[in-house]
C-alpha cells in the first residue's frame, strides 16, 4: 500500500501524559499536513509542512502540540501534558506540490486519541 | 476568513434514485473546492475538486459536482445512488492564498435498499 500511512491507530492515554504519533507521507510528498476531528464534526487545520520546514501553525496549535518532519519525509505529532479535551481523531496528509493550487491532499487513517 | 457550509446534517436517498449533496462557500478570490468521503473509522478518501475551467466536474466513483459562482455553491451529485455510497461526506475549500482545507460540518449519506 503507498497511501499515507498512520501509527498508532488508537490510543488510550491517562490525563497528563504524554503521547506521540507518526505519519509517513505518500513517498514522494513534499508536504505534509496535520488535521484534527473530533465527534461530528469536519476536520481542523493544526499544521503544515513544505519538506521539513513548518510553514504555518493554527491557533488550534497550542503550546502544548508539537510536530515535527526532521528529514522531509515522516512526520511526528507530541501532544504534552494530555486533556480530555485533546480526544479525538488526528488525521495527517500529504500531497505534492506541483503547482501550488491544485495540489490535492491524500488523508491517512487517522490516529483515535482517547484520553482517560 | 474562509467558511463552508453544509446545510443538511443528513441526506436520505432510495438506491438507484439521484442524490444531491449540498455545500456552499465563502472564499474571499478564486475558490478552490473539494469533496471527500469518510467511512467509519476511516480516513478521507478524496473524490473531486473543481480549480477552474468547466463548472461541472467529474471525479471518482460515479460522482460529479457543480460549481455555481453566483450561488457560491458545489453541491455533490450522483445520477443513481448505491448503497454503498452510504458515508460521511465533506466539503472543503482552500483560499488562494493558504494551503490549508476548510471543512464543511458534514452531511452523512444513507441511501437505502
Known amino acids: 500500500d503507498t497511501g499515507v500511512s498512520q501509527d498508532p491507530r488508537h490510543k488510550i492515554t491517562k490525563r497528563g501524559q504524554n503521547v506521540t504519533f507518526r505519519c509517513d507521507p505518500i513517498s514522494e510528498h513534499n508536504r505534509l499536513y496535520w488535521y484534527r476531528q473530533t465527534l461530528g464534526q469536519g476536520p481542523e487545520f493544526l499544521t503544515y509542512f513544505q519538506n521539513e520546514a513548518q510553514l504555518e501553525k493554527s491557533r488550534l496549535l497550542s503550546d502544548r502540540f508539537s510536530a515535527e518532519r526532521p528529514k522531509g519525509s515522516f512526520s511526528t505529532l507530541e501532544i504534552q501534558r494530555t486533556e480530555q479535551g485533546d480526544s479525538a481523531m488526528y488525521l495527517c496528509?500529504?500531497?505534492?506540490?506541483?503547482?501550488?493550487?491544485?495540489?490535492?491532499?491524500?488523508f491517512g487513517p487517522g490516529t483515535r486519541l482517547t484520553v482517560l | 476568513a474562509q467558511s463552508v457550509a453544509q446545510p443538511e446534517d443528513q441526506v436520505n436517498v432510495a438506491e438507484g434514485n439521484p442524490l444531491t449533496v449540498k455545500c456552499t462557500y465563502s472564499?474571499?478570490?478564486?475558490?478552490?473546492l473539494f469533496w471527500y468521503v469518510q467511512y467509519p473509522n476511516r480516513g478521507l478518501q478524496f473524490l473531486l475538486k473543481y480549480i477552474t475551467g468547466d463548472n461541472l466536474v467529474k471525479g471518482s466513483y460515479g460522482f460529479e459536482a457543480e460549481f455555481n459562482k453566483s450561488q457560491t455553491s458545489f453541491h455533490l451529485k450522483k445520477p443513481s445512488a448505491l448503497v454503498s455510497d452510504s458515508a460521511l461526506y465533506f466539503c472543503?475549500?482552500?483560499?488562494?492564498?493558504?494551503?490549508?482545507?476548510?471543512f464543511g460540518g458534514g452531511t452523512r449519506l444513507m441511501v437505502k435498499p
Open positions: 472543503a475549500s482552500r483560499g488562494y492564498a493558504g494551503n490549508m482545507l476548510t
Open positions: 496528509a500529504s500531497s505534492l506540490d506541483l503547482r501550488r493550487t491544485t495540489d490535492t491532499q491524500y
Open positions: 472564499v474571499s478570490g478564486n475558490p478552490y
